[in-house]
Protein backbone atom coordinates (compact mmCIF):
# COMPACT_ATOMS: atom_id res chain seq x y z
CA UNK A 1 0.00 0.00 0.00
CA UNK A 2 1.87 3.09 -0.93
CA UNK A 3 2.20 5.63 2.32
CA UNK A 4 4.01 9.16 2.78
CA UNK A 5 7.46 8.50 4.09
CA UNK A 6 9.59 11.01 6.27
CA UNK A 7 13.16 11.86 6.59
CA UNK A 8 14.81 11.78 9.39
CA UNK A 9 12.80 10.77 12.07
CA UNK A 10 14.31 12.48 14.26
CA UNK A 11 16.18 15.88 14.32
CA UNK A 12 18.17 17.69 16.77
CA UNK A 13 19.38 20.95 15.89
CA UNK A 14 20.55 24.37 17.58
CA UNK A 15 18.79 27.47 18.07
CA UNK A 16 19.19 29.64 15.30
CA UNK A 17 20.36 26.83 12.77
CA UNK A 18 18.30 26.17 9.56
CA UNK A 19 16.52 22.44 9.41
CA UNK A 20 15.54 21.01 6.01
CA UNK A 21 12.37 18.27 6.89
CA UNK A 22 12.34 15.98 4.02
CA UNK A 23 8.94 14.36 2.77
CA UNK A 24 8.10 11.96 -0.09
CA UNK A 25 3.99 12.28 -0.85
CA UNK A 26 1.80 9.52 -2.14
CA UNK A 27 3.00 9.24 -6.09
CA UNK A 28 -0.45 10.30 -7.27
CA UNK A 29 -1.78 12.60 -4.95
CA UNK A 30 -1.99 16.45 -5.96
CA UNK A 31 -2.44 17.97 -2.63
CA UNK A 32 0.40 18.24 0.12
CA UNK A 33 0.50 19.77 3.17
CA UNK A 34 2.96 20.16 6.75
CA UNK A 35 1.14 19.94 9.99
CA UNK A 36 3.09 19.88 13.59
CA UNK A 37 1.93 18.76 16.61
CA UNK A 38 3.61 20.67 19.70
CA UNK A 39 4.01 17.41 22.51
CA UNK A 40 0.89 17.52 24.24
CA UNK A 41 -0.84 19.88 22.17
CA UNK A 42 -3.68 19.25 18.75
CA UNK A 43 -2.83 19.24 14.80
CA UNK A 44 -2.13 22.57 13.61
CA UNK A 45 -1.82 23.21 9.79
CA UNK A 46 1.14 25.21 8.74
CA UNK A 47 0.71 24.92 4.80
CA UNK A 48 -0.71 23.02 1.57
CA UNK A 49 0.81 22.25 -1.93
CA UNK A 50 -0.81 22.27 -4.77
CA UNK A 51 -0.11 22.42 -8.66
CA UNK A 52 3.44 23.63 -7.47
CA UNK A 53 2.74 26.76 -5.41
CA UNK A 54 1.35 27.31 -2.07
CA UNK A 55 -2.28 26.95 -1.57
CA UNK A 56 -2.70 28.26 1.96
CA UNK A 57 -0.56 29.34 4.88
CA UNK A 58 -1.52 29.74 8.46
CA UNK A 59 -0.38 32.28 10.41
CA UNK A 60 2.62 29.85 12.36
CA UNK A 61 3.82 29.55 8.59
CA UNK A 62 5.67 33.02 8.84
CA UNK A 63 8.90 34.34 6.47
CA UNK A 64 11.04 31.50 8.30
CA UNK A 65 9.47 29.11 6.80
CA UNK A 66 9.26 28.25 3.06
CA UNK A 67 8.32 24.70 1.09
CA UNK A 68 9.64 23.28 -1.77
CA UNK A 69 8.71 20.81 -4.34
CA UNK A 70 12.14 20.87 -5.99
CA UNK A 71 11.28 17.44 -8.36
CA UNK A 72 8.48 15.03 -8.96
CA UNK A 73 9.02 13.16 -5.64
CA UNK A 74 10.12 15.32 -2.70
CA UNK A 75 8.43 18.08 -0.78
CA UNK A 76 10.24 19.57 1.43
CA UNK A 77 10.38 22.00 4.62
CA UNK A 78 12.65 24.41 5.83
CA UNK A 79 12.83 26.64 8.95
CA UNK A 80 15.69 29.40 8.39
CA UNK A 81 16.57 30.16 11.54
CA UNK A 82 15.00 27.50 14.32
CA UNK A 83 13.80 28.73 17.71
CA UNK A 84 12.84 26.85 20.94
CA UNK A 85 9.20 26.94 20.35
CA UNK A 86 9.91 25.02 16.83
CA UNK A 87 10.44 22.18 18.88
CA UNK A 88 7.65 20.07 18.05
CA UNK A 89 6.32 16.26 15.66
CA UNK A 90 6.23 18.26 11.72
CA UNK A 91 3.92 15.81 9.92
CA UNK A 92 3.92 16.08 5.93
CA UNK A 93 0.28 14.80 4.42
CA UNK A 94 -1.23 14.33 1.03
CA UNK A 95 -4.38 13.97 -0.65
CA UNK A 96 -6.49 13.44 -3.17
CA UNK A 97 -9.89 13.64 -4.24
CA UNK A 98 -12.19 10.77 -6.01
CA UNK A 99 -15.75 11.60 -7.08
CA UNK A 100 -17.35 11.18 -4.09
CA UNK A 101 -15.27 11.03 -1.08
CA UNK A 102 -11.33 12.67 0.18
CA UNK A 103 -8.39 10.91 1.69
CA UNK A 104 -5.06 12.61 3.56
CA UNK A 105 -2.48 10.55 4.46
CA UNK A 106 -0.24 11.50 6.62
CA UNK A 107 3.81 10.29 7.23
CA UNK A 108 5.49 8.98 10.33
CA UNK A 109 6.75 12.37 10.97
CA UNK A 110 9.65 14.32 12.14
CA UNK A 111 10.97 14.70 15.74
CA UNK A 112 12.27 18.46 15.46
CA UNK A 113 13.99 18.87 18.68
CA UNK A 114 15.68 22.80 19.07
CA UNK A 115 18.43 23.41 21.84
CA UNK B 1 -14.17 31.17 13.71
CA UNK B 2 -13.00 27.76 13.93
CA UNK B 3 -14.10 25.22 16.21
CA UNK B 4 -14.09 21.52 16.98
CA UNK B 5 -15.42 20.57 20.52
CA UNK B 6 -14.61 16.60 21.46
CA UNK B 7 -14.30 15.10 24.95
CA UNK B 8 -10.76 14.95 26.43
CA UNK B 9 -10.93 11.22 27.80
CA UNK B 10 -13.35 8.15 27.99
CA UNK B 11 -13.21 4.88 28.78
CA UNK B 12 -14.44 1.79 27.80
CA UNK B 13 -14.36 -2.06 28.39
CA UNK B 14 -13.13 -4.81 26.07
CA UNK B 15 -15.36 -5.93 23.37
CA UNK B 16 -18.04 -3.26 24.14
CA UNK B 17 -19.33 -0.46 21.92
CA UNK B 18 -17.93 3.13 22.31
CA UNK B 19 -19.03 6.60 20.54
CA UNK B 20 -16.83 9.44 20.28
CA UNK B 21 -19.05 12.96 19.81
CA UNK B 22 -17.44 15.78 17.80
CA UNK B 23 -19.28 19.22 17.40
CA UNK B 24 -17.99 21.48 14.91
CA UNK B 25 -18.14 25.58 13.55
CA UNK B 26 -16.34 26.61 10.78
CA UNK B 27 -15.82 29.60 8.17
CA UNK B 28 -17.41 26.69 5.14
CA UNK B 29 -17.37 23.29 5.33
CA UNK B 30 -15.90 20.29 2.90
CA UNK B 31 -15.85 17.23 5.06
CA UNK B 32 -15.17 16.04 8.40
CA UNK B 33 -12.51 13.38 9.35
CA UNK B 34 -11.13 10.83 11.78
CA UNK B 35 -7.94 10.12 12.36
CA UNK B 36 -6.37 7.33 15.11
CA UNK B 37 -3.46 8.88 16.65
CA UNK B 38 -1.22 6.33 19.15
CA UNK B 39 1.25 8.24 21.46
CA UNK B 40 4.53 9.26 19.66
CA UNK B 41 2.85 8.11 15.85
CA UNK B 42 1.26 10.12 13.12
CA UNK B 43 -2.53 10.12 12.81
CA UNK B 44 -3.57 7.33 11.17
CA UNK B 45 -7.01 8.22 8.47
CA UNK B 46 -10.14 6.26 9.55
CA UNK B 47 -12.86 8.01 7.40
CA UNK B 48 -14.48 10.96 5.65
CA UNK B 49 -17.53 11.92 5.80
CA UNK B 50 -19.29 14.63 3.75
CA UNK B 51 -23.16 13.84 3.30
CA UNK B 52 -25.03 13.26 6.27
CA UNK B 53 -25.36 10.03 7.07
CA UNK B 54 -23.57 6.90 8.49
CA UNK B 55 -20.63 5.25 7.02
CA UNK B 56 -19.52 1.82 8.18
CA UNK B 57 -15.93 0.74 7.88
CA UNK B 58 -15.57 -2.29 9.50
CA UNK B 59 -15.85 -2.38 13.75
CA UNK B 60 -15.73 1.26 13.00
CA UNK B 61 -18.41 3.99 11.48
CA UNK B 62 -18.73 7.48 11.34
CA UNK B 63 -21.92 9.73 11.31
CA UNK B 64 -22.26 13.24 9.88
CA UNK B 65 -25.20 16.04 10.05
CA UNK B 66 -24.37 19.12 8.43
CA UNK B 67 -27.32 20.93 9.93
CA UNK B 68 -26.04 20.40 13.26
CA UNK B 69 -22.55 20.55 12.89
CA UNK B 70 -22.23 17.36 14.40
CA UNK B 71 -20.25 13.79 14.25
CA UNK B 72 -19.28 10.71 16.10
CA UNK B 73 -17.13 8.08 15.78
CA UNK B 74 -18.69 4.77 16.73
CA UNK B 75 -16.17 1.72 17.76
CA UNK B 76 -17.87 -1.79 18.01
CA UNK B 77 -16.18 -5.10 19.49
CA UNK B 78 -13.36 -2.49 20.83
CA UNK B 79 -9.62 -4.79 21.55
CA UNK B 80 -7.07 -3.19 23.53
CA UNK B 81 -5.14 -2.09 20.67
CA UNK B 82 -7.80 0.46 19.93
CA UNK B 83 -6.70 2.47 22.79
CA UNK B 84 -5.35 5.44 21.75
CA UNK B 85 -6.37 9.41 20.82
CA UNK B 86 -9.21 9.80 18.38
CA UNK B 87 -9.03 13.43 16.28
CA UNK B 88 -11.77 15.03 14.80
CA UNK B 89 -11.11 17.62 11.65
CA UNK B 90 -12.85 19.51 9.51
CA UNK B 91 -11.79 20.54 6.47
CA UNK B 92 -12.54 24.07 5.09
CA UNK B 93 -14.98 24.77 2.10
CA UNK B 94 -13.41 26.90 -0.56
CA UNK B 95 -9.69 25.82 0.81
CA UNK B 96 -7.34 23.53 0.34
CA UNK B 97 -8.68 20.58 2.01
CA UNK B 98 -6.89 21.76 4.71
CA UNK B 99 -7.87 20.33 8.12
CA UNK B 100 -8.94 22.01 11.56
CA UNK B 101 -7.82 19.89 13.96
CA UNK B 102 -9.83 19.14 17.57
CA UNK B 103 -7.72 18.06 20.39
CA UNK B 104 -8.78 14.72 20.31
CA UNK B 105 -10.63 12.40 22.75
CA UNK B 106 -7.95 9.58 24.82
CA UNK B 107 -10.10 6.45 24.54
CA UNK B 108 -8.42 3.43 26.96
CA UNK B 109 -9.72 0.16 26.83
CA UNK B 110 -9.99 -2.14 30.11
CA UNK B 111 -9.96 -5.75 30.07
Known amino acids: EPEVTQTPSHQVTQMGQEVILRCVPISNHLYFYWYRQILGQKVEFLVS????????KSEIFDDQFSVERPDGSNFTLKIRSTKLEDSAMYFC?????????????FGPGTRLTVT | GQNIDQPTEMTATEGAIVQINCTYQ??????LFWYQQHAGEAPTFLSYNVLDGLEEKGRFSSFLSRSKGYSYLLLKELQMKDSASYLC????????????FGSGTRLLVRP
Open chain 2, 26 to 31: TSGFNG
Open chain 1, 49 to 56: FYNNEISE
Open chain 2, 89 to 100: AAAELDSSYKLI
Open chain 1, 93 to 105: ASGNTGSSSYEQY
